[in-house]
C-alpha cells in the first residue's frame, strides 16, 4: 500500500474535544472521523484495525463449535413485548415506528432476536446444544458516550447466545467461551483478567467480565495478590467478619445532644469513640421506595450489592430533600432504632456492640446501640464495598485494586429468556423443557481502543502486532533519489510478496514528519530506506515498542523482517 494514495489524515495538534489517550490518538492518526456524538467513521486504518480484532474474535468463535450467523439491527417491539424488556430497557434503547406505525428499535443486544430463531428451529434435544454468534453493529443511545470508541451510541460487537439442554450442558458451554475469550485476548497481545462479575440488567446466575488493564479504565478490579480471586469492585467480596472477643458489657442506649454533627467523623470524635464504632445509616430510592442501609462508620455503601440484595432494578443515593418529603427523617442523624422505614444491614454491623447512631432527631443521636436487641433490619447481607486494606475473601492475603476496562462479559443466562418466550425442546424422556441460556459479548471496537489504552507513549500509539493495521512500513527518504527509490521500492514489493502487510511511505514529505507519523501511527517495525544504501547497502529496522534498531543488508532485509514478524505472530 502506497502512502501517498490512502486516506491516513494525521494531525500535529492534539484534538480539544478527546479526553483521553486512545481518542486522541485515533483522531490524530486519522483511523476515525466523528460524525456526531457517539458516533464514527472508520477511516482506512481504524477499518483495518478494527477487522483484525475482528478476525481473531472469528476464528477463536468458530474453533469454539459456535456458528456465525447475522441477524437484523431492526426489531420488532413485540418481541421486546414478549421478554418484557420493552418497558424495562430504558432510553438507551432507541425506539421509533415504522411507515406502518409499528413500534421498532435498534438492536443494543439480541437475546430476543435469537431466542426466537431456536424456538422456532429447534424442537428436539438431539439439535441442542447450539451456539450461535454474529459479528454486528450495536446501538445503544448511551446517556454519556465519550471516550471515542470506548463508550460509542454505536459500536462493533460480537455477541454470541448458546442453548443447551440442562444445567450442566450450559455451564459446559459457558466455560467454553471462557476459554475462547482468553484465547481472544491471549491472542490480541493484551494485558487482561477474566474477573468476577455483576450480571446486570440481562440478569442470570453467573458472569465473568473480561477486563484489559489500563489507568483510564472505567471499572475498578479487586485481585488477589495471591490466588486466583478477581472480581470486579461491584461484585468483589467482603471477608466473613469475625466477632471481636470483648470483654465489654453490654450498655443500654442513651441519648446524648449532637448539634450540627451529620458526618460520622464528627459524631465519632465527639462522643469519644472511632468511626468504626458508629452505624452509618444511607438513604436510598430502590426503585423509588425508600430504603435505609447500615454499615459500619468506615465503610462505604456498595450499591450494585445493594441494588442485588433488595432484588430491584436501580438504587440511587436519596437526597436530603426527598427523604425529608417522603419520611420526616433528618438526614444525618437517622440510625435504625424506631426507624419508621424498611433497612437493611451489612453483615458487619450486627456484630457491633455499644456503638453508636442516629436518634431520628434533628441534633441527636444514640449510644449503647446494639443489634437485635435494639433493632432489626429486614435484609443482611454483604453490602459494603471493598478497599485495598482487605484480604481476600478465599485466600486472606492481600488484595490489589486496579483499573481495567471492560472488552467481554459471559454470562450464564438460565431461562430468563427461553421461559417468557417460550423456547423449549422435546428431551430425551420426552418431557418438554425449556432450553438454557448463556451470553457472551465482546466490544470489538472498544477493544482497539482499549489496546491503545494499554499500548502507547508520548509520540503515538503502539500496536500489538497481532492488532496492527499493518505490521511494517518502509520509509523512503529521498524520493528524489534513485537508488534509495529503487531500493524502497524493491522491498515493498517483496514484503507484500512475502505475505506482510506493508504501508510504503513513497510521501514528498521531509524525513522528521515521515518518522512522526510512523510513530504516531504505532506500526510495530518501520524500516528506513535511506543513506544507507548507497554507503554500505543497508537500511535500518526500528521496533516501536522496544525502540531496538538493527542494520540489515538490503538483500537480505526482506528475508529477514518476514522471518521475525512470522515468528513473533506465532509465538503470540
Ligand atoms: P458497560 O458497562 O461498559 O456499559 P455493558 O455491560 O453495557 O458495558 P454488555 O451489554 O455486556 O456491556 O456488552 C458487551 C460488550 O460490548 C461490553 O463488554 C463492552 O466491551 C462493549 N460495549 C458495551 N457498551 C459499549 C459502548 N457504548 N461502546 C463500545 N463498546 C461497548
Ligand atoms: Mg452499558
Known amino acids: 500500500m502506497r502512502y501517498s494514495q490512502l486516506l491516513i489524515p494525521t494531525a500535529k495538534e492534539m484534538p480539544a474535544e478527546a479526553e483521553v489517550i486512545s481518542h486522541q490518538l485515533l483522531l490524530r492518526a486519522g483511523f476515525i472521523r466523528k460524525l456526531t456524538s457517539g458516533l464514527y467513521t472508520y477511516l482506512p486504518l481504524g477499518t483495518a484495525a478494527l477487522r483484525k480484532v475482528e478476525n481473531i474474535v472469528r476464528e477463536e468463535m468458530n474453533r469454539a463449535g459456535a456458528q456465525e450467523i447475522l441477524m437484523p439491527m431492526v426489531q420488532p417491539a413485540d418481541l421486546w413485548e414478549e421478554s418484557g ?5 430504558g432510553p438507551e434503547l432507541l425506539r421509533f415506528k415504522d411507515r406502518h406505525q409499528r413500534d421498532c428499535c435498534l438492536g443494543p443486544t439480541h437475546e430476543e432476536v435469537v431466542t426466537d430463531v431456536a424456538r422456532r428451529e429447534i424442537h428436539s434435544y438431539r439439535q441442542l446444544p447450539v451456539n450461535l454468534y454474529q459479528i454486528q453493529t450495536k446501538f445503544r443511545d448511551e446517556i454519556r458516550p465519550r471516550f471515542g470508541l470506548m463508550r460509542g451510541r454505536e459500536f462493533l460487537m460480537k455477541d454470541a447466545y448458546s442453548f443447551d439442554a440442562s444445567d450442566e450442558a450450559a455451564e459446559e458451554s459457558y466455560r467454553k ?24 440488567s440481562i440478569g442470570g446466575s453467573f458472569s465473568h467480565e473480561f477486563m484489559v488493564l489500563a489507568k483510564t479504565g ?6 488477589c495478590q495471591s490466588c486466583d480471586y478477581a472480581a470486579n469492585l461491584e461484585k468483589a467480596k467482603a471477608a466473613m467478619p469475625v466477632k471481636p472477643e470483648s470483654s465489654e458489657a453490654v450498655q443500654d442506649c442513651v441519648k446524648v445532644a449532637t448539634p450540627g454533627m451529620k458526618k460520622v467523623d464528627k459524631v465519632a470524635e465527639f462522643l469519644g469513640l472511632s468511626t468504626q464504632q458508629v452505624i452509618k445509616t444511607m438513604i436510598y430510592l430502590a426503585d423509588s421506595e425508600l430504603v435505609a442501609v447500615l454499615v459500619r462508620g468506615d465503610r462505604e455503601v456498595q450499591p450494585v450489592k445493594l441494588k442485588n440484595l433488595l432484588n430491584v432494578t436501580d438504587v440511587e443515593l436519596a437526597d436530603d430533600d426527598t427523604v425529608w418529603q417522603k419520611s420526616k427523617l433528618p438526614v444525618g442523624y437517622i440510625g435504625p432504632v424506631g426507624l419508621p422505614i424498611r433497612f437493611v444491614a451489612d453483615q458487619e454491623v450486627m456484630l457491633m456492640v455499644n456503638a453508636a447512631a442516629g436518634a431520628n432527631e434533628k441534633g441527636h443521636h444514640l449510644t449503647g446501640v446494639n443489634p437485635n436487641r435494639d433493632f432489626t433490619p429486614a435484609m443482611v447481607g454483604d453490602l459494603r464495598q471493598v478497599t485495598a486494606d482487605d484480604c481476600c475473601p478465599l485466600c486472606g492475603a492481600a488484595l490489589r485494586l486496579t483499573e481495567g476496562i471492560e472488552v467481554g462479559h459471559i454470562f450464564k443466562l438460565g431461562t430468563k429468556y427461553s ?9 430425551a424422556d420426552g418431557q418438554e423443557k425449556t432450553m438454557i441460556m448463556g451470553c457472551y ?5 472498544r477493544v482497539v481502543a482499549a489496546a491503545i489504552e494499554q499500548n502507547h507513549d508520548q509520540n503515538g500509539m503502539i500496536f500489538p502486532l497481532p492488532l496492527a493495521p499493518v505490521q511494517v512500513i518502509v520509509l523512503n527518504l529521498d524520493l528524489k533519489n534513485e537508488a534509495i527509490t529503487a531500493a524502497a521500492e524493491q522491498l515493498h514489493q517483496e514484503l507484500e510478496a512475502a505475505g506482510l502487510e506493508v504501508l510504503y511511505d513513497d ?3 521531509r524525513p522528521g514528519s515521515k518518522f512522526k507519523d510512523a510513530d504516531l ?12 544504501v548507497e554507503k554500505d547497502g543497508t537500511v535500518e529496522l526500528r521496533a516501536r515498542c522496544s525502540g531496538e534498531t538493527v542494520m540489515l543488508p538490503l538483500a537480505e532485509a526482506a528475508r529477514e523482517i518476514t522471518a521475525k514478524i512470522k515468528a513473533e505472530l506465532t509465538a503470540g
Open 177 to 200: 467461551m471462557r476459554e475462547a475469550y482468553i484465547r481472544i485476548f491471549t491472542r490480541c497481545g493484551l494485558e487482561f483478567r477474566a474477573v468476577e462479575a455483576d450480571s446486570g
Open 419 to 427: 421461559e417468557a418466550m417460550k423456547a423449549t425442546f422435546q428431551d
Open 218 to 223: 472505567e471499572d475498578t478490579l479487586v485481585i
Open 85 to 89: 424488556r420493552w418497558q424495562k430497557y
Open 507 to 509: 510521501r514528498d514529505e
Open 521 to 532: 501511527l504505532g506500526i510495530p517495525y518501520r524500516v528506513t530506506v535511506g543513506k544507507g
Open 441 to 445: 459479548g465482546i466490544g470489538v471496537s
